[in-house]
């Protein structure tokens, strides 16, 4: 079974950063395409950032020139570096892996962390 495991989340006030990191257990990694979601109370969860395999990154309008996606395929591990945080940027943030291999499609979760900003 694959794991994500997310840290780097945190209490911040408006304006400063954190960087997300998610460790990806197994072999596996470069073939994923890695998100990063987040989910606010009362809120759907909603995409923030997407990595694929091979390709270029996307950005949810409200974080882009603000946060940044990447990975290292040595550590299979996914980044999320956010700058400028704002209030509205509190959220649980979610590690997600998806891979389609022989026509199946494998999605996987982390656990959240949580992203607090203050006024």
């Known amino acids: 079974q694959v794991q994500l495991v997310e840290s780097g989340g945190g209490l911040v006030q408006s304006g400063g950063s954190l960087r997300l990191s998610c460790a990806v257990s197994g072999s596996r990694f470069s073939r994923y395409a890695m998100g990063w979601y987040r989910q606010a109370p009362g809120k759907q969860r909603e995409l923030v950032a997407a990595?694929?395999?091979?390709?270029?990154?996307n950005y949810a309008d409200s974080v882009k020139g603000r946060f940044t996606i990447s990975k290292d395929n040595v550590k299979n591990t996914v980044y999320l570096q956010m700058n400028s945080l704002k209030p509205e940027d509190t959220a649980v943030y979610y590690c997600?892996?998806?891979?389609?291999?022989?026509?199946?499609?494998?999605?996987?979760w982390g656990q959240g962390t949580q992203v607090t900003v203050s006024s």
């Open positions: 997600n892996a998806v891979e389609v291999a022989a026509g199946m499609r494998h999605e996987y």
């Open positions: 990595i694929p395999s091979v390709g270029n990154t």
